[in-house]
């Protein structure tokens, strides 16, 4: 498999321990974490490809503690690795070695302003959290992703994180008006504006949003907030093939412009593997189908009724012989389980034995030639693979997944991943796309990135590398190779 973790970085005993007893003297010793068992959650991430070492984890309740924290590492020469909820899919947040930063305590909503349509929350609040606090302000934080209970603002931040509402309102850096960073020097910038428009030079926080933590430690940032919608409407539609779909794709957004918020793709292979493994999901089709769209209409006018909207378009796709079956929530609880089958996917695969994901895009328009070359392909290279390509469809983004053949030895399988990879990756370079829609490079992807990346880019991203980060303790060994 290409994710074997890495060696870790030898640092000299006495400078970590003389180091771990400066920040215990500044944020306390029971927030400097070095018991194996505390430590343990924290050093494997979720798909279990990466194990990483830490002389020890840290707690910083705020920004100043950070900056002292990052200011003595960079003295003593230690890197120093972030981490929010520990949800990352590419192993960026796993450390070799250096000191782990996590910023759970970080976790105060700063201030949210709902004339301006804002929200100042601190790295460590969870998704969320942020959630509650804007409904509560009867606004709307529309990034929607199903790791929101674990997965925090920082993390958000520093992976450009997308969701299921991307088609609407963007990514992260969408959401974001600015930002409060720790450089990896220990300086603090304050980049905290809440202006829609402000044209004063180069676009600074552009660069740490996505970093995954090799420019510095996000400690806090001015999101963007949204009226809440009034009415929603939340369809399933079963249909032959992804062609059908981005044909009904097309009709949704030519009648409902803006308010097609969610346009999301699953195959029969998906559906039935939700159904089979996950607790509380009920089938709400009768009939069995090639092809699944959930789709989502919301809007915050008075008076629009979306529900109505809907069943007209699935009218005239029926009519066109484009869409086989649909069904539109009748009530949020009905709306919640159609997207329940959705979100339920990712945690289902793993029931179905080792998978090999691929988090790839490509411009909307290609996604079912896409879908159909790749997994042509694919079959080709390993009769029986059973491929679930799924996801953010309207976005282009689709998690191209390869589940292994039943009966197939796991490890055997697992052993592809590279060869999968040229495949689906070639592919998805010869279309336009990227070989990373919206989880990061992290660990998993980066000795990939070369390949695909164009090289002046790369050179780009290595000088602002260098320049804010001479030293290179900030995440050093992710996204880019160190030198
Ligand atoms: C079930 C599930 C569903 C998911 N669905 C989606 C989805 O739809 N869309 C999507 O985009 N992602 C998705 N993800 C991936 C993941 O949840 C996101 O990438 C999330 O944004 C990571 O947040 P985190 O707090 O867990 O970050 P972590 O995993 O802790 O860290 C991720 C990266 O950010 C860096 N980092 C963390 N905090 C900071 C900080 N304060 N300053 C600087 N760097 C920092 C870390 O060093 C690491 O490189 C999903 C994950 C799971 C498990």
Redesign the pocket.
């Known amino acids: 498999m290409s994710s074997a973790s890495p060696k870790p970085l030898l640092l000299d005993a006495a400078r970590v321990a003389g180091l771990l007893e400066r920040i215990a003297a500044r944020i306390g010793a029971r927030h400097v974490v070095t018991d194996t068992a505390d430590l343990a959650p924290h050093l494997v991430e979720?798909r279990g490809l990466f194990r990483g070492t830490t002389p020890a984890m840290v707690e910083p309740s705020d920004t100043q503690e950070v900056a002292f924290i990052v200011a003595a590492c960079a003295e003593a020469g230690v890197p120093v690795?972030?981490?929010?909820?520990?949800?990352?899919?590419v192993g960026?947040?796993m450390p070799f070695g250096g000191l782990l930063v996590s910023?759970r305590r970080l976790n105060r909503i700063r201030d949210l302003d709902p004339v301006d349509l804002t929200v100042v929350a601190e790295?460590g609040c969870t998704l969320h959290q942020v959630h509650e606090a804007a409904t509560a302000a009867g606004c709307l934080f529309p990034l929607s992703?199903?790791?929101e209970g674990?997965?925090?603002i920082?993390?958000?931040l520093?992976?450009n994180?997308?969701?299921?509402a991307v088609l609407r309102y963007g990514n992260m850096r969408e959401l974001t008006f600015g930002l409060e960073v720790v450089l990896p020097d220990g300086r603090i910038w304050n980049g905290l504006s809440r202006l829609r428009k402000d044209n004063t030079g180069y676009a600074l926080k552009d660069l740490f949003i996505g970093a995954?933590?090799t420019l510095?430690?996000?400690?806090a940032a001015v999101l963007r907030l949204y009226p809440a919608p009034r009415s929603r409407a939340t369809a399933l539609i079963g249909l032959p093939d992804p062609h059908a779909a981005l044909a009904l794709f097309r009709r949704l957004r030519d009648v409902a412009g803006d308010a097609l918020s969610g346009f999301e793709i699953l195959p029969r292979f998906g559906m039935e593997t939700v159904l089979k493994h996950m607790p509380g999901t009920v089938r709400a089709l009768a009939g069995d189908h090639a092809w699944y769209v959930l789709a989502e209409l919301s809007s915050t006018r008075r008076g629009d009724d979306l529900s109505e909207l809907a069943v007209e378009v699935f009218a005239a796709a029926f009519e066109a012989g484009e869409i086989e079956d649909a069904v539109v929530a009748a009530s949020e609880a009905q709306a919640d389980g159609l997207w329940r089958l959705r979100e339920a996917l990712?945690?289902a695969q793993k029931f179905e034995g080792g998978s090999i994901k691929h988090d790839v895009s490509v411009p909307v328009s290609r996604v079912p030639d896409f879908i159909a070359e790749a997994a042509r392909r694919c079959e080709a290279h390993l009769p029986g693979v059973r491929v679930c390509a799924f996801g953010h469809m309207g976005d282009g983004n689709i998690h191209f997944n390869l589940s292994q053949p039943v009966g197939m030895d796991k490890a055997d399988y697992l052993a592809r991943w590279e060869a999968f990879n040229r495949i689906v990756h070639d592919l998805v370079a010869g279309l336009g796309g990227s070989i990373s829609a919206?989880?990061?490079i992290?660990l998993l992807k980066r000795d990939e990135l070369p390949l695909y990346k164009d090289p002046v880019a790369l050179q780009l991203m290595a000088a602002i590398k260098a320049a804010i980060d001479p030293a290179g303790i900030a995440?050093p060994g992710?996204v880019l190779k160190r030198d």
């Not at 690795?81 to 899919?89: F, R």
């Not at 994180?161 to 299921?164: D, L, Q, S, V």
């Not at 510095?216 to 400690?219: F, L, V």
């Open positions: 979720g690795v972030p981490q929010g909820g520990n949800t990352g899919l960026g947040q910023l790295a992703i199903a790791s674990s997965c925090q920082g993390g958000n520093s992976t994180a997308g969701g299921t995954e933590g510095g430690i996000i400690t990712s945690d919206e989880h990061g992290g995440n992710k």
